[in-house]
């Protein structure tokens, strides 16, 4: 590649942090790309421009028009298509470097495949829109002790976050339960492309420092954006917590699939999902989703109406997705209606 290309990484060589030496570890290595919207698919353009010698792209979702304001790799024809982002990007990645390898893989990543998928990965950029993906990955980079960087975005606001086994807490230490309560999402709180890209290259930035061998000098640190107040700052990340189950106890709960599985109900064309351990506000949920959408709700069920699906959502955190058998699908209505 380099010798039908000299040129081709000659000013990423050029950067001292980089060189020679790694620029041969980039195209080395292996990373995983856990959820190609629109940081992953930002992720996923750098790392390819970059070299990363192999890139593994995981997702469960297919191309909308809604994600071309800000899902950097994709066109119109892949949402007139509605393809899956897993393969249109894998298809752009291909034009922008022929000569690296990329492997598509259109599922959702769960206790039962991740082992299998992530098989190999060097490192893991998180690019999901749910914390319950998030832990896994989580309960999984630490039993295997690899880095893995966190990061969302939402509105004008975003942050990132390093996960360094042994050396710095992990998403589990930070956060030992979901944020509780009803969570803006996309697409009921908006989202601004610019800080997309703000923090996808925050994550990028420090997954190269790791590749080409300076994760040691890496500051463990959460960095948060908000384009639009201006604000950015940071706080360092304290040592792994001696308590945390996942780093400090190693009980790998997410990996264990203790956690309850979404089943297509045989026959009604719909979905049960029952992800949340939480109960959930429906007056709360009413008031977000009513701007979206015809939602009927009392004491006892939300009903929202998102033609051609039907979801409705129980105090407990149930919810049946109507107008569909595939899991994958519920599960991303559920994440981005009623949040993670
Ligand atoms: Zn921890």
Redesign the pocket.
Known sequence: MLVMEPDRYSRQILFPGIGAAGQQRLGASRVAIVGCGALGSFQAGALARAGVGQLLIVDRDYVEWSNLQRQWLFEESDARDALPKAIAAARHLAAINSGIQVQPLVADLTAANIQEALEGASLILDGTDNFETRYLV?DYA?RQGLPWIYGAAVGSYGLSMPILPGRS??????YPEPPSGVQPTCETAGILNAVTSAIASIQVGDALKILAGDAASLRPRITTVDLWSGDVRQVALPA??PQ?????QRHFVHLEGARRVPISLCGRNAVQIHELSRPIDLRELEMTLSPLGEVRANEFALRFFLAPYEITVFPDGRAIVKGTTDTGLARSLYARYVGS
């Open positions: 989580n630490i807490a992990c998403l589990k230490c930070v792994p917590d945390c189950e996942a780093c400090g």
